[in-house]
């Protein structure tokens, strides 16, 4: 039995800050026994207590301070409680973090690790339930990597440690509580799995062993279960294949792994937690009809939140929320269109 | 300090800080039976703060304005059991539809957002709107200890003290950000960083609601006098834990702090008969709300007729 | 001669002043004889001078301080020196100004207009230079609105004011001192220009006067000048004809007229200042694709800033914007695709 | 306060200040021909700070952060003007390759940042890396008065407070946020708002670098031996417009104010020879960094040859 996503997460800190004692965290509420809202960060602030700095509420600042220690040699990992409180630190962000090493001509760089979860479905409320990385794709100068639960998350946390560019981590916070499926001999569960090569890779699954699909369907973090079972379900009710993409980066964007899938299938499917406009989405559907144009049999389709609030009431989160009905149906209208 | 009207007043807030404690009580129940969703802060042990100071403000003019643990600060305010449980409870008939929750509620003067410290400029704002409409409204914004981390706090403190503007300040001072205890997260005088932008402060270690009213009244006829800022301190501490689980205070530190629970603190001025009564028509009330909110269809984006 | 768009924005607000005594002005540096670092609000404080408040440098909390007043029953204009410094009231705007209507079920507006300035050119360098209004575009909740020289700025601005949602009002600092070249008779100087109806209307032009066309142009705010130049060289130099769009108000996202436009031409390219990734033409492209994509002959194509910094250096600044040269080479290579 | 050691040290502060005055005299000459684009924020009549604090420092450890206004403290900690000079004209050899311009440099341990506040706790974040790294470094972050109005300063105060960082806040106070004056943007009183947070405050009214210099010194003692924040307010005032044009203050304030020039304050401990040996090399080297810097090639994307 696999270890849950939250626990392999916390392995990896722990290793992380065996190796390298340049690693500092910063965060609310991280000392123990607490360790942490979501408890990643256990038995961290025991081991190492000069290394592990439980902060004020002050956001902003931390930003600021992560940005200062990374510029001076160190290689800090923050933690922002809930990833709808990045908001409070974008000015760090936009007009610091990412421009530093730009606007100093290469002659500096911000090794900082922002780890935060996203996500709803836990009846949070509009506040504490929102998925902003779309915010971050427009902001030059920084990665956003956003693993899901089959990803090797230990070493993906690793990779953004050792990275020399400032790295938003986003975590989901139902993943935490969920087993960590890795591939095993290129499988999870029925699936077959292909793993990209370098740091952040991309997991292409196929219900078929890669025989012909009907559609390509691309993911991350959070709303990879969720595509599974509409793949899953697609095959059981309609016999229809997909192949089922989980960005690990989703920025710089590498879409190589989804060009790939396209070139099988000729359909594509954007699934995304977050609102729709101005989502992953847009981005990738524009890149997409761009650069696989002759491959595209129809238009690049679009799943993700309604645009507006999460909603607290668990029925009408589940309303605002793209859903495992949502993939299935978006799926199956492809077919009325183009080919 | 107990004459007649004492008395009946601090029968009167007596009654309110029972429903406040009871209330929440129950919700943690809820959750426990695994019918409650979501999240929830309980101010339990605290509702003297909520108590005292809405007492000295008139719901008709002035605002409110409060934070993650509001549920307190709601029913002083407005009276609202039904309205607040099955917000919180995603039912139909929530005070803001299911869309809130615990912690977004909206009532008539009665505003409360979960992003700690941004509450402040907007109660700022809110004070200069009614300044400039001279409604003689006091708005009061009610914050945390950990709050006064976030720095938007101390840009409205300057603007609010520049502009004279008709804002109270109520901080209560519970020793804890979620559980992180203030001595890791509040360095220098608390009272002082309001001070320092010339706003007038007063601090009590009180869990007495009549001393707490009785300095809301001193803070709230400031600020409705002179037209100017106030930041009140008001040290406590809460009972339960930060959320539904996970404290781990020392529970002698807690077992102490309850021997100050303000429910005993003014239980003296308050006779046997009436506390039981009192406590009689507060189970009825809550288990007719749980009853009625239990049966109701769960909020849906569907209008309902009224 | 037209007035120069900065003294159309001034007048207008003016006017507003005049008819609306709830409207109120914050921000940095507002007060005559400075009247704004731009100047756009000179003459307001000399004759309202209760109605314009001069601010402390603290944008976070005047985001804040506006939703307030406009909770409590007035309509204040927030002037935001520069647009970069938008970042610092995200969380405002995020987790407040744009979710109470939502939140408080339809119970409470905030009619807020945040003004600012954005674009470059001026060789303000990395921090001072930017369009951030893309990152606005993932916010539902608000209303972007961002005119260009040839819209009515007046009226626009007073929409603006008048609107029961959040509205930030992008404008661009090389427009201020550009003439506001309105439509006569449906002409802009040589070309037809069709205004869309309603609020914040889209303005589409045409060198041929809507005869055959071989792309659309899609842009806003301060890359019109640049857009309209490109389509005149183009057919100038290579007897090629465009139309051009641009649009009012970028959230909600209204493309109908983009969309008639491309039934006519079966081409677009995207125009824009901000930077490539997660930008405005993502958005747009990825819903042009999916809802004209039987009339598109070829993939939507983005013109937008390289992803990075602006740099101060002129020489530098221009070879990180789009400028006339690379939207008529993004035409020009339509040609070479798709078709 | 006349010794042969202050005499000389006079002169090199004196030195450092005219060729700081010369400079940012120059660049707006240069604007005013057309030969710089962009924009510049020059401390005409504030050189006493960036001399007399940065005279404190050693360069080859400690680390300065500074804002927009910062070609003052570059050249105190540099001294290169080639470097600055062609950075703010966009030429190859800036120092940032043209791409920060006048208000983003880096060279060695110096930062600056043009977004108002947001350097405060990137300087706090440093000061606790050299804290961590055992150096002794102190982290000085130059800030202006009207930059009191962003939050964020607030929250670094407290942490670097809570967390004993080696941080020295300079507040250089020179009565304006570029056209608002302080009594419009500042309630309350400056030194009260850090020492609310338990920092260490001290301010002084002085153009005398040589006063700065003593209070800077105390400053950066206090900094480096306790381990602690420090925050010194120096009052002070431009000559010069907030950037380029655009100055509506009184003219006769400002001509009170120059009689308190930091370079006729100083004059008096250096001789009139001395003068005019420093002004002739202050002269020279500016005319040849000009030249140079107005023959060398705009700044490219592509790698130039050292
Ligand atoms: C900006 C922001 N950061 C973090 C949180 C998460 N959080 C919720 S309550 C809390 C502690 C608040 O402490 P305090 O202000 O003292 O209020 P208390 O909970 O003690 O009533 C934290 C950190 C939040 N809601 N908003
Ligand atoms: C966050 C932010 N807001 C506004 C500005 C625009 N601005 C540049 S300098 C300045 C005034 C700063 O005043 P002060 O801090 O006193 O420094 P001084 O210019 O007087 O040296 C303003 C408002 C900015 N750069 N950053
Ligand atoms: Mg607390
Ligand atoms: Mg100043």
């Known amino acids: ?339 | 300090m107990s004459g007649p009207d004492t008395q009946a007043e601090a029968r009167r807030l007596y009654g309110r800080m029972t429903l406040i404690r009871r209330f929440e009580e129950t919700l943690l129940e809820l959750f426990s039976a695994g019918k409650l969703h979501g999240t929830t802060h309980t101010c339990i042990g605290q509702e003297a703060d909520a108590v005292g100071v809405i007492s000295c403000l008139e719901p008709e003019r002035d605002v409110v304005v409060s934070n993650h643990r509001c549920h307190g600060h709601y029913l002083a305010f407005t009276d609202d059991v039904d309205g607040l449980l099955r917000e919180v409870m995603g039912r139909v008939g929530g005070v803001c539809g299911g869309k809130g929750g615990s912690q977004h509620l909206f009532a008539g003067n009665f505003y409360s957002n979960g992003v700690l410290g941004g509450t402040v400029p907007v109660a700022a704002g809110m004070a200069l709107a009614e300044r400039e409409r001279g409604s003689g409204a006091v708005v009061t914004v009610f914050v945390g200890d950990g709050t006064l981390g976030q720095g938007v706090v101390y840009e409205s403190l300057n603007i609010a003290s520049l502009w004279d503007l008709p804002l109270l300040v109520v901080v209560e001072h519970n020793g804890y950000a979620q559980s992180t205890p203030s001595r890791l997260q509040l360095a220098g005088d608390v009272e002082a960083r309001a001070a320092a932008f010339g706003v007038q402060t007063a601090r009590h270690d009180t869990t007495d609601v009549l001393e707490v009213r009785a300095a809301a009244r001193e803070a709230v006829e400031h600020v409705r006098g002179s037209g100017r800022p106030f930041f009140l301190v008001l040290d406590t501490y809460r009972f339960s834990p930060h959320s539904k689980g996970d404290d781990h205070r020392a529970p002698a530190e807690i077992a102490e702090r309850r021997l100050r629970d303000p429910l005993t603190v003014v239980a003296g001025l308050v006779d046997d008969a009436e506390r039981d009564e009192i406590a009689a028509s507060v189970e009825r009330r809550l288990s007719e709300a749980v009853e009625q909110a239990l049966a109701a269809p769960a909020a849906s984006l569907e209008p309902v007729a009224p």
């Open chain 1, 1 to 339: 039995m696999s270890v849950r996503c939250g626990q392999a997460l916390n392995t990896a800190l722990h290793e992380i800050f065996e190796r390298d004692e340049r690693v500092y965290l910063l965060g609310e509420d991280l000392l123990d026994p607490y360790g942490g809202a979501f408890k990643i960060s256990k038995g961290l602030s025991t081991r190492w207590p000069d290394r592990v700095l439980t902060t004020p509420v002050s956001e902003a600042s931390l930003f600021g301070v992560s940005a200062g220690l990374a510029l001076r040699g160190y290689r800090p990992i923050l933690e922002i409680m809930f990833g709808d409180f990045v908001a409070l630190g974008l000015d760090q962000v936009v007009n610091g973090i990412a421009k530093f090493r730009a606007m100093f001509d290469d002659q500096v760089t911000v090794p900082l690790v922002v780890r935060t979860p996203m996500g709803a479905r836990r009846g949070y409320g509009p506040t504490h339930s929102q998925s902003l990385e779309k915010l971050l794709l427009g902001v030059p100068g920084i990665r956003v990597v956003a693993p899901s639960e089959c990803h090797d998350l230990g070493a993906m946390l690793a990779e953004a440690v050792a990275d020399d560019e400032p790295v938003f981590f986003v975590e989901n916070k139902l993943m935490y509580g969920r087993p960590n499926r890795r591939p095993v001999d290129g499988r999870v569960g029925e699936l077959a799995c292909v793993e990209g090569d370098g740091r952040y890779p991309a997991l292409t699954f196929s219900g078929n062993d890669f025989a012909r699909a009907e559609a390509t369907l691309v993911t991350y973090g959070g709303m990879l279960p969720l595509t599974l079972e509409a793949a899953t379900r697609l095959v059981l009710e309609q016999e229809v294949f997909t192949e089922v993409v989980a960005l690990g980066r989703l920025l710089p964007l590498d879409l190589g792994p989804v060009l790939e899938s396209v070139a099988r299938t000729g359909s594509l499917v954007t699934v995304e937690e977050g609102t729709l406009t101005g989502g992953v989405g847009a981005e990738i559907a524009a890149r997409v009809q761009a650069e696989a144009w002759s491959d595209l049999e129809r238009p690049v389709a679009r799943v993700a939140a309604r645009d507006g609030i999460v909603p607290s009431a668990r029925t009408l989160e589940d309303e605002a929320l793209p859903n495992v009905d949502d993939i299935v149906a978006a799926v199956a209208a492809l077919e009325r269109v183009g080919g």
